[in-house]
């Protein structure tokens, strides 16, 4: 499945790399299978070994995963109708990759019957797939010499993420603001740079796009 | 903790957020401005992640191309724009991050290898760290060490406890490690810092691994360097300080070793408790602490150490990637000098403190840890504090006098200390236990030491070396102690020394340091209430002062110019029955003072010949109680009318305001006419006078200034002029009798041709008259005859007298010249004195002490007899012992070049006018004006002699006062004594 090629080696990359960064195997394993999400688990990573608090670490997940209640909110039209426990269930596997495959298909055929099954077919061995990357990096990324410096793997993934998405004047604004702002801030305690350069980013991104419009 | 609660937040959020809209009601909604924010949000909360990993080293923005991960990045961003491809973003940007490191690490330097001594190998860096690696692969962990050589012993006044305070400051953050603590417990590591006299160290350790040594090592190079040291924490780090000295308080052993501690060193900070004063602590300001930590706190005064399970090659790279960033410090690091002079005499300390059980202990100071002789005073220390194999236990518990024992020494960069002590149970003879403590430590010589105690005691301490080279812990304990006493090869390098110890050389150190006079006595008495003088803190003056005007201003005295001239227009002269002679200078003074002088004049060279001693106490006794008054109301008197008076044979000296002085004169008539000679006084007055004459034995200035009185002036035993040795003047005193005494008073003493001087206000007649009823009925018994002075013209003679352990040695010298002060070429040698040795620019002075520095004090005089063909020239300085030969050699080489070559006509002509200045001021003193007044009474002259001498000093040539040198003062003639405790 092509899908499974996009999923393990990013989630070799994200074990790898949080090892890297300075935290355990088992923690890293531990956070994968508790929150499924590479790049919150990267980001929340660099802040640990930075020293930040726990609140800054939950807002800056939070900001990295609010993508998810996008994805939940264009889901739910198709899987409204089913059961708490099956909603629950799909809750839980909702990612970037199977997100994008599922909702694809949902959009081209928005009648098609077994939704669930189809979401779920693509969800699990995802997850799976993913989790097992995940353990194999860890594992294989704490053996491996601090002097690859793999966890520059981390920023390059970001790099990698965010770079794509400039396409107009208001992502471009909104990223730029948000560089500036956190080197700027670097000086404050808590790391509490990037709180302010998310929020200086949005407002960025908004003021643009809105004089553009 | 923080990790696994980051854990379980993460996952209740991210559900959250994936359920939030599917477990909605179907009709739920955004708001569209939310939606359209949160378009924006990974863009931005994604660039403000990876954007500070380029941009940002060690917390400071790098644009450099030095920064590897700012190019590698970069080179990222535009692949992910072209390509948009996760993969080959991530492989291009590690690539190009690989490439670039593997270039810049071979442009770099590497740490240099220094020395390697059994498996612990020492690097250094550019900018002078020192580092060394201990590797144990069979450990599970990795220590980094480092050990800054600074401790309480850098402090300065105020700064008591600033090395410890700045040690807890060090924990407190930097830019990039906001929560140090935090990040210790995120690694599973152990960490601790401590602080002692000459360094404080910082230490972790962590599960082996390269990430943990990465970690450490970043932290500890950024650290150094970049810690906050801000106000706030202080703030707050202070009263825990504060809280860990109370912790000592508590302990009354640790309060009776730091107050035997300070004892033992009055000036070295070895005296001053690591902890600190309670005042320094709590009010050291942060520009001190910031100050200091600049300072110390820099890689060249630190020492690295990496020990444990970790990759060689990979950890000098990471340290030099970390420690090799911080530049050699600009500042040269400062020097400590200050050494403890030996103690002279055993001190004693006693603590009076709550507490149950008494304790006496014994501090002895000994040399440097890093001194041969170190070693086996150590050994020495385990013979005799070890328990139960100590010579302390066997003397003291096994008697049942202590209920334990013990002996410590602390091996220090400076020369340091062994203790000792007893805990005595409740109620013991504290006595007994001191006497045992001391005979056991003190006793060695008496109870030599034994083979066998030198063997077990030196199997114990190799052990422990042992021990300690097993254990890396250990070893990196040690070699941070011997880093800081000198040099961490020191650890082996004792260790040798302590095998190679010998019974001898143990018995030696015993003798050498464990004697009374280096000895700290330190003895805790409980105490359930002490009683302590509390004393209050300096009050505010300027509260007291505010508005304070004082009383009335005492009167002003006269602008008095004392040219000759005007003195003697104002001096009125009379001579009054009994052949007594006045000179009165009536003139206003400040504070209405009067200052006067008498002087006079008994007896004739048979009737004082040998009986000096006897009339020198007779006018001792003078003042020592009349058929009146006992001495203490005569002084008492004084005291009420605030007159300054002394009284002898030789005449008087007074002061005194001017309404008392006819009350004063009265009772110094009255000492002088009516004496008791009271014989308790008698006893009293001679024992003060022998002590003085004993004391005068190892006195290098009586010794010297008497050998040479003894050669210049060879008076025949008996005769007035005559000097005593200390042996016969204390004969002599022993041999005094009150009765002695005051037959020489009733025999010799009376006012007839008295001679009275006096400066100040008063009415002259009425003093006249004054004088006259009080002294004029005193009539001499036998007449004064001046004993005459006589010429000696001696052999030149060089003696040394040894006066030990005195730092000062003193140096008298001169010859005797046929000349009386009306000789013509008297004016002459008056200069030339002057100009060889009369002011400190003087010849002389200049070159022995500002050129050589090899004096204090060094001068000469010139005096020439008013009757006789008598004249004295007498040179004196001095001098430490060991600069005898530079200081004698100084002064003949001054004589013979101003012999040789003469004074230069600009010398003498500077020289008479700075002379003649010098004498007029000597006149604006009234105390020294009416001293003259009197003598010119006795010698018949006035002041018109002073204008006459003074014309003759200025219009002196070069050329006269040459040839008065040349023809008056013979160097080869020159007589020396020196004492001191020369080698």
Known sequence: ?213 | MTLWLALIGMAVLTYALRASFLLLPENAQLPSLARRALRYVPAAVLTAIWAPELLLRDGALQLTLGNERLLAGAVAVVAAWRFRLTYLTIGVGMLVLHLLMAGNAAAAEAPRKVVAIEGVTEFRLDNGLRVLTVPDPGADTVTVHITYLVGSRHEGYGERGMAHLLEHMLFKGSARHPDLKREFAARGARWNGTTAYDRTNYFETMPASEANLDWALGMEADRMVNSFIARADLESEMTVVRNEFEMGENDPGAVLFQRTLQLAYAWHNYGHPIIGARSDIEKVPIARLQAFYRTWYQPDNALLIVAGRFDQARALELVQKYFGAIPRPPRALPALYTREPAQDGARAVTLRRSGEAPLVTALYRVPAGGDPDYPALDVLVSVLGNTPSGRLHRALVQKGLASYSWGAERALHDPGFASFGAGLPKGASVDAARDALLGALEGIGRHPVRAEEVRRAKTELLNDFDKAQRNTRSLVRALSEFAAIGDWRLFFLYRDRLRAVSVADVQRVAGAYFKPANRVLGVFLPTRHPDRAAIPPPPDLEQALAGYRGGEAPAAGEAFDPTPANIEARVIRRTLANGIRVALLPKKTRGQVVVARLLLHWGDEPSISGRVTACSLAGEMLARGTRRHSRAELSDAFERLNASVAVNGEGARLEVPAAQLADTLRLVAEAYREPAFPGDEFKELKRALLTDAEEQRSEPTAIAGLQLSRHLNPYPKGHPYYTETIDEDVEQLQAATVADAESCYRQLLGATGADFAAVGEFDPDELAGLLETLFGGWKNPRPFARVPARYFDNAPLEREFRTPDKANAVLRGGLNMPLRDDDPDFPAMVLANYLLGGSLSARIPQRVRETEGLSYSVHTSFRASAFYPVAAFRVSAIFAPGNKTRVELAIREELARALRDGFSAAEVEGGAKALIEARRLARRSDRALAARLADYLYKQRSFAWDAQLEQRIAALGAGEVNAALRRHLDPARLSVMSAGDFK
């Open chain 1, 1 to 213: 499945m092509p899908l499974l090629f996009g999923v393990v080696p990013f989630g070799l990359i994200t074990g790898v790399a949080m090892v890297a960064s300075g935290i355990s195997p088992l923690a890293a394993i531990a956070m994968s299978l508790a929150v499924f999400a590479g790049a919150s688990m990267l980001a929340a990573t660099q802040l640990l070994a930075g020293g930040a608090p726990l609140a800054l670490v939950l807002l800056a997940v939070l900001f990295v995963n609010l993508r998810f209640m996008m994805y939940s909110a264009s889901m739910r039209q198709h899987l409204a109708g089913l059961p708490l426990r099956w909603r629950l269930l799909a809750a839980g596997l909702v990612a970037d990759n199977p997100y994008a495959v599922s909702i694809a298909r949902f959009t081209e055929h928005p009648e098609m019957r077994g939704k669930l099954w189809y979401f779920l077919g693509v969800g699990l061995p995802v997850w799976l797939a993913w989790q097992l990357a995940v353990l194999a990096g860890a594992v294989l990324g704490a053996g491996l010499p601090a002097s690859w410096q793999l966890e520059f793997a981390a920023p390059l993934a970001f790099i990698a993420m965010s770079v794509p998405l400039l396409r107009d004047r208001g992502m471009i604004a909104a990223a730029l603001a948000a560089g500036v702002t956190v080197v700027l801030a670097h000086s404050l305690p808590l790391r509490l740079g990037l709180l302010l350069a998310a929020l200086a980013g949005i407002a960025a991104g908004l003021a643009l796009e809105r004089r553009t419009a």
